[in-house]
């Protein structure tokens, strides 16, 4: 029997087809790879894919989050982490005709973590083919070297948001200095602190920690976290502070020098003299030069200990520096009816902010009121309202009138007239402010450091204190209505010393692993990832005294040695003669 010819053209074009169709088959798997799997923030990595729909716009994606700080309470506190999943996108590609991309791009700043990378459709379709990518933490200063009081910025890229990861500890010579972390700036931390000590070199070093202070031996922890070492060489040390050339020190040089090239001058004149007599005054100039370097001594010894301005100290300009986050003052979106707002709303203690009403009854008298919060974290506390002035309203309704912020907590103030709604309110978000009532004095000074508009939350009611990079501790302002003074006893070599008011967080959920990134009573680097951002500030202060005055006898002693031993010289070189000695009798027996 005859196969139909159609049947067996039909079997032909299968049996062709089969290698075509396995052969797409085998490329229908898409694949990706990244090259290297691993890095830091900018670093540049390369992502190849195959297998894919040729000739497709594609986004190449990871799965990263969002994460922020979860604040709730009365008084509010940090209670938890947010932190919502989010593919982010890394880079866009067009595949070739044989379903193939690639394409280079820098690492972004994201959290550490380990990283899932996949291939995404313009309308959002998630793709097959993966490729894993880790993202290291980084840790870098800038500059590297220079005098004392430098300031010195750290960059850390790649902080977590895990108990182990999310913040790091620096130290500077052993000492701590406090923590950063990067929860609401995606892991990167960028701040300033100050090089502080004697010249040479002095060790910065930053340790992973949970939950702080730094976790010393990493290796051995649930989750290894990496050591950043690096050395800060401080060029003129304490030179800065005042210890350069003073007008004693010039004097008793210039004094020591004339007395020399005096003596010099009187050695050779007595040289035309006759022995005799050259003999007894050499014997004397040796007596008086060594008097002239006992009295050079002395000069230079009281000198040593005795106070004295320099030209150094002259020029010493004092440092005051504040790093103040942004913040947010919900606006009055009140329209019509009774209104006030506040103009600026964010202002300091003691600064003139002007209060407008509008919508009020026309030429009435309208009693306004402040609100504050009275008590303690500890022995509880609540709003209050005060009364704060009467103002009279104008024939539209409407008043206007300055005043200056009072004396009260940081943080969020309401002016009210009545039963006014809180989107009627005035709001004034009272920030903080650092001041220093004296800026240089001899090491055993007592300072003052005021803070003022300190809150009450516990994430704004305290403040923490470094003294030359060390940790000393913190002080709290609620009780004392926003006011926070350190009374700080000035110690140290004569200087350049470095005084830091960091913010800091009290207190807050303290479940163990909870999974609450946060320090409590440690001074937080990074202000702009503080929950309720909250500035630092730096102060320099500059020892006199003593120890500056040491450095005018040490250039004025070493001429005093030589003109010793030039005086002693002079006696052995005209030691006492027989002749001398026996001249005496001589004389007697003659006048017999």
């Given at each position: 029997m005859k196969l139909p010819w159609r049947l067996i053209a039909i079997c032909l074009a299968l049996l062709c087809l089969t290698p075509a169709v396995s052969f797409v088959n085998a490329q229908s798997a898409p694949s990706?790879?990244?090259?290297?799997?691993?890095?830091?923030?900018?670093?540049?990595i390369s992502i190849s894919g195959q297998g894919y729909p040729p000739?497709?716009?594609?986004?190449?994606?990871?799965?990263?989050?969002n994460a922020s700080y979860v604040v709730s309470g009365n008084p509010s506190q940090v209670v938890g982490l947010n932190a919502p999943p989010w593919e982010r996108p890394l880079v866009a590609v067009v595949t070739n005709a044989l379903g193939s991309f690639s394409a280079s791009l820098a690492v972004p700043q994201d959290y550490g973590s380990y990283y899932t990378l996949q291939a995404f459709t313009s309308n959002g379709t998630t793709l097959p083919g993966k490729a894993y990518f880790t993202l290291d933490t980084s840790f870098t200063i800038s500059?590297?070297?220079?005098?004392?009081?430098?300031?010195?910025?750290?960059?850390?890229?790649?902080?977590?948001?895990?108990?182990?990861?999310?913040?790091?500890?620096?130290?500077?010579?052993?000492?701590?200095?406090?923590?950063y972390s990067g929860i609401s700036t995606r892991g990167t931390a960028n701040f300033t602190f100050y090089a502080s000590g004697t010249t040479g070199s002095h060790l910065v070093e930053a340790y992973g920690a949970y939950p702080g202070p730094g976790y010393l031996n990493p290796q051995q922890s649930p989750y290894p976290t990496l050591v950043f070492t690096s050395m800060f060489n401080i060029t003129s040390g304490q030179s800065s502070g005042g210890l350069g050339l003073s007008s004693s020190t010039t004097i008793g040089t210039l004094a020591a020098l004339a007395a020399i090239v005096g003596a010099g001058g009187l050695f050779v004149s007595v040289a035309k003299f006759e022995p005799e007599r050259r003999k007894k005054l050499a014997r004397s100039l040796a007596v008086i030069m060594i008097i002239i370097a006992i009295a050079i001594a002395g000069f230079a010894a009281?000198?040593?200990?005795t106070p004295s301005s320099s030209t150094a100290q002259a020029s010493y300009t004092p440092q005051a520096t504040v790093v103040r986050p942004a913040v947010y003052v919900p606006q009055n979106n009140a329209t019509t009816g009774p209104r006030i707002s506040v103009s600026p709303d964010i202002a300091s203690v003691g600064q003139s902010v002007t209060v407008n009403g509008a919508g009020f009854p026309a030429n009435t008298q309208e009693a306004l009121s402040w609100?504050?919060?009275?008590?303690?974290?500890?022995?509880?506390?609540k709003l209050v309202t005060e009364p704060l002035q009467n103002v009279t309203t104008d024939s539209s309704g409407s008043f206007s009138f300055n005043m200056n912020v009072p004396a009260d907590l940081g943080g969020f103030h309401y002016i009210s007239a009545g039963n006014l709604t809180p989107n009627s309110n005035g709001t004034v978000f009272i920030q903080r402010t650092a001041s220093i009532n004296a800026t240089q004095?001899?090491?055993?000074s007592v300072v003052a450091i005021t803070l003022l508009g300190v809150g009450w939350t516990f994430n704004t009611n305290i403040a923490a204190?470094?003294?030359?990079?060390?940790?000393?501790?913190?002080g709290c302002g609620f009780n004392s209505g926003g006011n926070v003074t350190f009374y700080l006893t000035i110690t140290g070599a004569p200087?350049?010393?470095?005084?830091?008011?960091y913010p800091s967080v009290w207190w807050g959920n303290s479940t163990p692993y909870n999974k609450i990134p946060i320090e409590y009573d440690f001074p937080m680097l990074s202000p702009q990832d503080h929950p309720a951002l909250m500035p630092s500030f730096h102060f320099t202060f500059l020892i006199t005294g003593s120890g500056q005055q040491g450095q005018s006898g040490g250039a004025i002693f070493p001429y005093v040695l030589p003109m010793a031993l030039v005086g002693s010289a002079i006696a052995c070189v005209f030691p006492p003669t027989t002749s001398d000695s026996d001249s005496t009798p001589s004389d007697e027996v003659s006048r017999k």
């Open positions: 990706m790879t990244v090259s290297p799997t691993a890095g830091i923030a900018g670093s540049t000739n497709t716009n594609l986004v190449i994606k990871w799965d990263t989050v500059p590297s070297n220079g005098p004392d009081g430098t300031p010195i910025v750290v960059t850390s890229t790649g902080l977590g948001t895990g108990l182990y990861t999310f913040c790091y500890f620096l130290y500077w010579d052993n000492t701590m200095v406090g923590y009281y000198f040593a200990s609100s504050t919060r009275k008590g303690s974290n500890i022995k509880g506390f004095g001899p090491a055993g204190l470094d003294y030359d990079n060390s940790y000393i501790g913190f200087g350049i010393q470095t005084i830091d008011v």
